[in-house]
């Protein structure tokens, strides 16, 4: 199972970014999917999480200016980002939780994609 992180760049405060994390692989269940993410000299921290119920949740700091979804049919799971503030400024990682085509229970990390928010 590999997952595909993309969408990070360079905005303005204010200003509005889509990223997205493809699912691919022997992949029978997704159970959850999340975006985490991590700034220099911080920790690792979940921003937004997505069940495949369509629970939600959301660190405060994002709540009302990002959203997460997913297309189930495509094993995909994005994060609409809006009103970014510098301290969004992080690199962020998608995550999901996986029942692979053989049976198992895996957790599996993406790349990575830098966001980066300009004053």
């Known amino acids: 199972v590999q997952l595909q992180a993309s969408g990070g760049g360079l905005v303005q405060a204010g200003g509005s970014l889509r990223l997205s994390c493809a699912a691919s692989?022997?992949?029978?269940?997704?159970?959850?999917m999340g975006w985490y993410r991590q700034a220099p000299g911080k920790q690792r921290e979940l921003v937004a999480s997505?069940?495949?119920?369509?629970?939600?949740n959301y660190v405060d700091s994002v709540k009302g200016r990002f959203t997460i979804s997913t297309d189930n049919a495509k094993n995909t799971m994005y994060l609409q980002m809006n009103s970014l503030k510098p301290e969004d400024t992080a690199v962020y990682y998608c995550?999901?939780?996986?029942?692979?085509?053989?049976?198992?229970?895996?957790?599996?990390w993406g790349q990575g994609t830098q966001v980066t928010v300009s004053s």
């Open positions: 692989g022997s992949i029978a269940v997704i159970n959850a």
């Open positions: 995550n999901a939780d996986v029942i692979t085509g053989w049976g198992a229970r895996s957790n599996y």
């Open positions: 997505i069940t495949r119920g369509g629970n939600t």
